[in-house]
């Protein structure tokens, strides 16, 4: 268990920008012991990284695994942060059992729709009062340019309005929260345009939506200032809340595949520095429509990113290194708050 008791040494990130957005990280059921002190100095907000997806709290139809989830609350409520829920409606890690019939058909639109209403209503309840933001709806804008909606059993059985379904079940479990549509990919022009219109169409239908969540799974090179100062002209257009939710900036490039590296270079970590600078400028700039800011981990003992895309590479993503020590990009973060 790695603990450090100078992380207290520095100043709390989430004091820091205090007065522009709260700052959250993913966790899971390791991270909350491996990283209890980081977590409990330096964030004020978390997300399950996991252990609230479908597969994780339903994995039989009559059947819920709350235990790592109210885990997660537990250390949320001993230290005073509030919690994200992630995620209700997704293509990934949703059960098998929810499309299907017993004897392995298809279920009707009816059927889907009614398996939907009560997983989200059971979840919701369960932590009304408990979690103030949902990422609903989860990446299900098509990355193919000629696609509007990524195919998935959800479309193929509902159809498109299982979007404004979900949306719809979860205002009615808990009428408090508020409710995003969460994606990656979102200042590519040509996807950021179809999530626009998506949201759009949905606030003008009268769908119960609050906000769109930006995952930010960022590089050194991508995605550039222009583009995410487009992007989020376009989404704070629509009068909606912007939270920054999955955020991590790796060192790899998206095309690199190289495997090479074992630990990081200075080189790197100064160009990652120069990169939280700028996109925490511009998060601060745009701190009218922006209420949080997640990373999606702590620091660098643990991520994703690891073994992803490339399996058997590590990656260095955080303000944090794998010690829980500051790294400059965390230094460069102070430099923002106090300019």
Request: aromatic share 12%; glycine share 4%; charged share 25%.
């Amino acid at each position: 268990m790695v603990q450090n008791s100078k992380v207290t040494e520095s100043k709390r990130l989430h004091e820091v920008f205090g007065d522009y957005f709260s700052i959250g990280a993913a966790v899971n059921s390791k991270t909350i012991h491996t990283q209890r002190d980081l977590l409990s100095y330096h964030y004020n907000s978390i997300t399950a990284e996991n252990e609230m997806k479908f597969e994780s709290l339903h994995p039989c139809e009559h059947h819920y695994t709350f235990e790592h989830a109210d885990r997660l609350i537990s250390f949320a409520k001993e230290h005073e942060m509030e919690v994200r829920g992630h995620t209700l409606v997704w293509h990934n890690q949703t059960s098998k059992w929810v499309f299907e019939q017993q004897d392995g058909n298809l279920v009707d639109r009816q059927t889907l729709l009614k398996r939907m209403q009560s997983h989200i209503e059971t979840v919701m309840k369960r932590y009304k009062g408990q979690i103030y933001a949902w990422d609903v709806v989860n990446e299900v804008v098509s990355d193919k340019n000629e696609e509007m909606l990524r195919p998935s059993k959800w479309l193929d059985i509902v159809g498109e309005d299982f979007i404004s379904k979900a949306f719809e079940y979860a205002h009615s479990a808990d009428p408090n929260a508020l409710l995003f549509y969460n994606d990656y990919n979102e200042f590519v022009p040509k996807k950021r345009e179809k999530i626009y219109s998506m949201v759009k169409s949905l606030k003008e239908n009268g769908t119960p939506i609050h906000g769109i969540g930006l995952q930010a799974h960022w590089n050194l090179e991508y995605p550039t200032q222009d583009l995410i100062r487009q992007g989020l002209e376009r989404y704070a257009s629509l009068g909606l809340q912007l939270h920054i939710t999955e955020l991590d900036v790796s060192v790899f490039n998206h095309d690199d595949r190289r495997t090479d590296l074992v630990e990081p270079t200075e080189a790197l970590m100064e160009m990652q520095a120069e990169r939280y600078e700028m996109f925490f400028n511009i998060f601060k700039e745009y701190s009218d429509v922006i209420s949080s800011v997640t990373f999606w981990g702590a620091a660098d003992d643990y991520t994703w990113l690891n073994d992803f895309p490339v399996r058997g590479r590590r990656n260095w993503p955080f303000p944090f290194d794998s010690n829980h020590q500051p790294k400059k990009s965390y230094w460069k973060l102070l430099d923002v708050a106090r300019s």
